[in-house]
């Protein structure tokens, strides 16, 4: 990455051997977080299998692709949080193409991240990186404000 952006990039974390998880964050609000996600998404398209996932609680997501979705985010944390055991199994059903990126579709309300509890979010993640069969999961870490450590 850093022959993309220069130095400071940091670096990915590689989850038990099965891919990588590239968190982007910033402190401050609405500065290009999910168009630099995005971008990243994109750039690692090109190398490995790469999927886009939005903690925002309201994300310009559907904005940029324009396209309303059947199942969201909501519905993935969902079923996660109450442990269906077929979870990773029905990924296919929370994910959408747009263009050379594939995504989840960020939450449909603000109030369905507001229970999740940053270790929840991290195990979650962590979860979908090992599961997903993706290479690369690209997470947009939204408006985490103090729990964007420990996620």
């Known amino acids: 990455m850093a022959s993309y952006g220069g130095e400071g990039w940091g670096e ?3 989850i038990a051997g099965r891919g990588k998880l590239l968190g982007v964050y910033s402190p401050l609000g609405r500065c290009g977080k999910t168009a630099l996600a995005l971008t990243l998404a994109q ?3 090109q190398e490995e299998k790469t999927l886009l996932i939005s903690l925002e609680d309201c994300s310009g997501l559907g904005e ?4 309303k979705h059947e199942e969201c985010l909501s519905d993935l944390l969902y079923g996660y949080r109450h442990g269906e055991d077929n979870c990773w199994e029905k990924l296919g059903a929370f994910v959408y193409a ?3 990126v594939d995504y989840i579709p960020p ?14 979010l991290a195990e979650f993640l962590e979860d979908l990186t090992a599961e997903s069969g993706y290479g ?3 997470a947009d870490l939204g408006q ?3 729990q964007a450590a420990e996620i």
């Open 43 to 45: 750039i690692w398209k």
């Open 98 to 100: 747009w263009g050379n």
């Open 107 to 120: 939450v449909r309300y603000p109030e369905d991240l507001e229970g999740v509890r940053a270790g929840e």
């Open 64 to 67: 940029l692709t324009g396209e």
């Open 12 to 14: 990915s974390v590689s």
């Open 136 to 138: 690369v999961i690209v």
């Open 144 to 146: 985490s404000g103090r």
